[in-house]
Every structure is written in C-alpha cells, then in structure tokens.
C-alpha cells in the first residue's frame, strides 16, 4: 500500500522558475524523507524532516511538514535544467522496516 | 568508496529460469533493503535485513529469496522467473531503521526482463 502520495503527478515549469509538488501520508511518522531519482537511475537522497520539525532548507531546497494535515512539500527554487528528475517522498512503513514510497512527482524543466 | 553497488545491470531471463542479484555496500551499514519499481507503482519493498544473517519480508516477498550472509552483501535470488518479476530491482542500505530510520542509499539498478 501506498504510505505517501505526491502530487502533482507531472510537472513541467521553464528554467528559472519555482517548483512546488506535495506529498500527503495516512499514519503517524517519526521522519518523512524526499528523494530524487534521474531517468534510469538510482533514488538519491535530498532531505529528511523529523516529525518535530516544520521546515528545513538544503540550498536551493526547502521542505515544509504539517503534521496536522499529514502532508508536505517540496519547493525548488530557481530551477535548472538538471533538476528535471522524478521526485519521491517516502515514510517509514508502520509497525515494520523500510520505506513506503509514493508514486512520485515528475518535473520537467524547460529551457 | 563506492557506496552501494548491484549487479548485474540488466538482465533478460526465461519464465522458469533462476538468478542472483548482487548487492554490495562500504559503507558498514546494518541495515539492507531490496525494492522493485514498476510503472508507475512507485518503490514497493521486497525484503529487508536488520543485520548480518537476519532477513525478513517486506511489502511484495512472494517468489523471491533473500540471504545476509556478511554483512557487506544482500543478495535476493528468484527461484523460478515469471514474466511478473519484469521491473527495475534497487537494492539500498541505512545505518539505521525502524522507527528511526536514516537516509537509504540505493545502487544504481539491475533491469530485470523475464520472457
């Protein structure tokens, strides 16, 4: 089952721009994770929120949690080309090991 | 420092037919994941191990085998191939899980086609 689910599924924005895409979970979390994955490649990590936390920035990244509303969102600021990727947010499964993974949110930068 | 490294990249299999993935990390770490991506599925977690000589089932375990036996390599093995098992097989490993978990470091992807 799916813990996380991004939205929007797909997203394409001109180079520059801001992009913005949210993750919304069922249960309770201690963290809640966000990964970038490059076609045909493996998930890269990019931030980790504790569930004590509301935001937290990594250079041009900043996440948000709302525990209150079980979501989050990833923003990119000024985006590059590289940045065109699908991005994932992931939770720990509940009661067991791993991560639960959504379906992720493809963005697309335009030049 | 490699990090965590799979092989083999990509491999076509018939129904029926067995295989190993290799999964390999430096980086000391306890805990070792095996997920599968399809279209539009997401990651979904096959089995995972909490240290050396401990395996246990994730989320989609059926018609896969699992073995730590040094601390180092995960391996995952299908006994008899099925045209389901077409995907994108990722191995990863953390320092630490659970409730606790830590960032996940994946390898680069085996490819996996079964005719």
């Known amino acids: 089952s799916q813990q996380g689910e991004e939205d929007p599924q797909a997203l394409s924005i001109q180079e520059g721009e801001n992009a913005t895409m949210n993750c919304s979970y069922k249960t309770s979390i201690n963290n809640l994770q966000w990964y970038r994955q490059n076609s045909g490649r493996g998930l890269v990590h990019l931030i980790l929120?504790?569930?004590?936390?509301r935001e937290k920035h990594s250079g041009r990244l900043r996440v948000t949690l709302d525990t209150s509303k079980k979501s989050s969102s990833l923003l990119i600021t000024a985006s590059r080309a590289a940045d065109t990727a699908s991005y994932f947010c992931?939770?720990?499964?509940?009661?067991?090991?791993?991560?639960?993974f959504g379906k992720g949110t493809h963005l697309i930068i335009q030049p | 420092n490699a990090g965590v490294t799979q092989t083999p990249k990509f491999r076509v299999l018939k129904t029926g037919q067995s295989m190993t993935l290799l999964c390999a990390q430096d980086m000391n770490h306890e805990y070792m994941y095996w997920y599968r991506q399809d279209p539009g599925m997401g990651l979904r977690l096959i089995h995972y191990s909490v240290g050396e000589g401990t395996t246990a089932k994730g989320e989609v375990p059926d018609g896969y085998n699992v073995s730590r036996l040094k601390k180092q390599n995960f391996l995952l093995g299908l006994e008899s191939a099925a045209p389901s098992q077409t995907s994108v097989y990722f191995c990863?490993?953390?320092?630490?899980?659970?409730?606790?978990?830590?960032?996940?470091?994946f390898g680069p992807g085996t490819r996996l086609l079964v005719l």
């Open positions: 929120i504790r569930s004590n936390e």
């Open positions: 990863a490993s953390s320092s630490r899980g659970g409730q606790l978990q830590e960032t996940q470091y």
């Open positions: 992931a939770t720990v499964r509940g009661g067991a090991d791993g991560l639960t």
